[in-house]
């Protein structure tokens, strides 16, 4: 189990479950060190006064405030210190909403809550939670304490465990106001109806299994061959798509290549074989390939599924 971020208690009227916070993500990216292009050794970061021109320790360093007039507020560590938040060791709930009323926009970090413990009490405690929240679809509204810093959480179920997440605060998140505004046309009918057709074409069970981080795959490639000694050449910069001059025109002929030319799920290769295939985005292959039954595609890469297809 990955390794525990906080421990506590889940608190909610006089009921208090035992848990610790472990981290539901985790970071498979590849991290670079910064180095000398010459040497090849690390580079090292120190501070340096620009009055002074001399190295700052970490001792002397303290935060300054910009004003709007351009002077700054002194703030020190003390001074932090002494409006930091109340540390609890309670997940304090105080209200249930409906997981549906919750905007995606607010999540900003997730993690499982799990028991502490073999006690009985505390296990039964922590299922009966779970239960009553995964049958009522409700989660819970919360704050907690960790190290720092006081967060908004909402606690709910996912695969028959606790999970949190903790929350944007509502004016973190920027008004829609003001921002790039739609068009105030009305559509036309048949242009909606098009596009109806194109988004059920396009739809599909979520499956996140089927998405891929391609960049990460093309990192790794070059760190393979840079191993062996390879030389890695940048490809044609791609043209930026021109604005679509007939929106009807091209939902049209998009439903009549998904559909194979008007003939339904007609095999790839009776619709322009394997140059049609990797013209297609893996989301179009990956369509393609639950119209013909491919089997494994959820887990194919998009050179994997044109192979398939054009097979």
């Known amino acids: 189990m990955p390794r525990s971020l906080w421990t506590g208690s889940?608190?909610?009227g006089l009921v208090n479950v035992p848990v610790?916070?472990?981290?539901?993500?985790?970071?498979?990216?590849?991290?670079?060190?910064?180095?000398?292009?010459?040497?090849?050794?690390?580079?090292?970061?120190?501070r340096f006064c620009s009055e002074e021109d001399r190295e700052v320790a970490y001792e002397e360093i303290a935060h300054g405030y910009e004003l709007d007039d351009g002077n700054q507020v002194i703030i020190t560590d003390e001074d932090l210190a002494a409006v930091e938040p109340r540390k609890t060791r309670t997940i304090d709930i105080d209200s249930f909403v409906e997981l549906a009323d919750v905007d995606p926009i607010y999540f900003d970090h997730p993690y499982?809550?799990?028991?502490?413990?073999?006690?009985?009490?505390?296990l039964r405690a922590y299922q009966l939670l779970v239960e009553v929240m995964s049958s009522t679809d409700r989660a819970a509204l919360g704050r907690f304490v960790m190290r720092t810093?006081?967060?908004?959480?909402?606690?709910?179920?996912?695969?028959?465990?606790?999970?949190?997440?903790t929350l944007l605060w509502h004016?973190?998140?920027?008004?829609?106001?003001?921002?790039?505004p739609g068009g105030k046309a009305k559509p036309d009918k048949t242009c909606v109806e098009q596009t109806v057709a194109l988004i059920e074409a396009l739809s599909v069970d979520w499956d996140p299994s089927r998405y891929e981080d391609e960049y990460r795959k093309r990192v790794a490639d070059v760190i393979a061959?840079?191993?062996?000694?390879?030389?890695?050449?940048?490809?044609?910069?791609?043209?930026?798509?021109?604005?679509?001059?007939?929106?009807?025109?091209?939902?049209?002929?998009?439903?009549?290549?998904?559909?194979?030319?008007?003939?339904?799920?007609?095999?790839?290769?009776?619709?322009?074989?394997?140059?049609?295939?990797?013209?297609?985005?893996?989301?179009?292959?990956?369509?393609?390939?639950?119209?013909?039954g491919v089997e494994g595609r959820s887990k194919m890469t998009k050179d994997e599924l044109v192979d398939a297809l054009a097979g």
């Open 225 to 292: 061959r840079k191993k062996k000694g390879g030389t890695i050449k940048a490809p044609a910069a791609e043209k930026e798509p021109a604005p679509t001059p007939d929106l009807m025109a091209a939902l049209e002929k998009t439903l009549a290549e998904m559909k194979g030319g008007g003939g339904g799920k007609a095999s790839a290769a009776g619709s322009g074989g394997r140059d049609e295939l990797e013209g297609m985005t893996k989301q179009e292959l990956a369509q393609r390939a639950a119209d013909e």
């Open 20 to 46: 610790q916070l472990v981290t539901a993500v985790q970071d498979v990216g590849f991290r670079f060190r910064q180095l000398n292009s010459k040497t090849h050794r690390p580079i090292e970061v120190r």
């Open 112 to 122: 499982f809550l799990v028991p502490i413990g073999e006690s009985e009490g505390t």
């Open 171 to 180: 004016d973190e998140v920027r008004e829609s106001k003001g921002i790039a």
């Open 149 to 165: 810093k006081e967060y908004l959480v909402l606690v709910r179920v996912r695969d028959g465990r606790l999970a949190l997440t």
């Open 10 to 12: 889940l608190s909610f």
